[in-house]
């Protein structure tokens, strides 16, 4: 079975501070996909990034960062110097075909970032 | 951005009475989901549609019903509105239905069912 857990429900940190978001998977496919989202208050999702499982290698873009492991079955997200308009929810979620094209995706519960200035 | 429009954006109903949301494209994108959002559970899949008049269900499909008549509109019907269907829900696309395609949302129909 597909499942994404990201244990971490809310983290508040300080203006300048870095934050790691965790999120560890399950699934039994050797080929997949996983994926960052990111919900402002404003409500919308806003993909921010896609990792497949034959890639390891870490990625940066600006303040944000991705550690995956395939050892661990995770896929971290950092943001480094974090600002204000860092405030919001983000998920994590796994990627698997369906039996008739289309990806379902599965997400986590999502974690909650406050960024107080 | 992705041309995704969902309305309405809010609706109020009552137990019971029947409830549509449509989702509207203008990407021509093959690939439509809908998904609900609850505290807790994060994003869940409801029915997806891989072509026109070519849906499927998701994980929490009971009570919903959807349809899609043409490329650039998926509906998602709640038969009889219960309030355990009070939710916040998303329509998305992806052009592609392969594994490493990123859906694209809307930005969600905030649905109360008193």
Redesign the interface.
């Known amino acids: 079975a597909q499942k994404v857990t990201q244990a971490q429900t809310e983290i508040s940190v300080v203006e300048k501070e870095d934050v790691t978001l965790d999120c560890v998977y399950e699934t039994r496919d050797t080929t997949y996909y996983l994926f960052w989202y990111k919900q402002p208050p404003s409500g919308e999702l806003v993909f921010l990034i896609r990792r497949n499982s034959f890639d390891e290698q870490n990625e940066i873009s600006g303040r944000y960062s991705w550690n995956f492991q395939k050892s661990t079955s995770s896929f971290n997200f950092t943001i480094t110097a974090s600002q204000v308009v860092d405030s919001a929810v983000y998920f994590c979620a796994l990627s698997g075909l369906t039996w008739n094209g289309g990806n379902q995706f599965y997400f986590g519960t999502g974690t909650s970032l406050t960024v107080i200035p | 951005d992705a041309g995704i429009t969902q309305s309405p954006r809010h609706k109020v109903t009552e137990t019971g009475t029947p409830v549509t949301l449509r989702c509207h494209q203008t990407e021509n994108h093959r ?1 439509m ?1 809908w ?1 609900r959002q609850d505290p ?6 409801i029915h ?3 072509g026109v008049k ?1 849906t ?1 269900k ?1 994980e929490v499909s009971d009570g919903y019903s959807v349809s899609r008549s043409k490329t650039e509109d998926f509906l998602l019907t709640l038969e009889s509105a219960t309030s355990s269907q009070t939710s ?1 829900y ?1 329509c ?1 696309i ?1 052009e592609w ?12 129909t905030r649905l109360s069912i008193l």
């Open positions: 690939y989901y998904y807790g559970h994060g994003l869940r899949l997806y549609s891989y070519d499927d998701g916040v998303f998305a992806s239905g392969e594994a490493n395609q990123p859906q694209h949302f809307g930005d969600g």
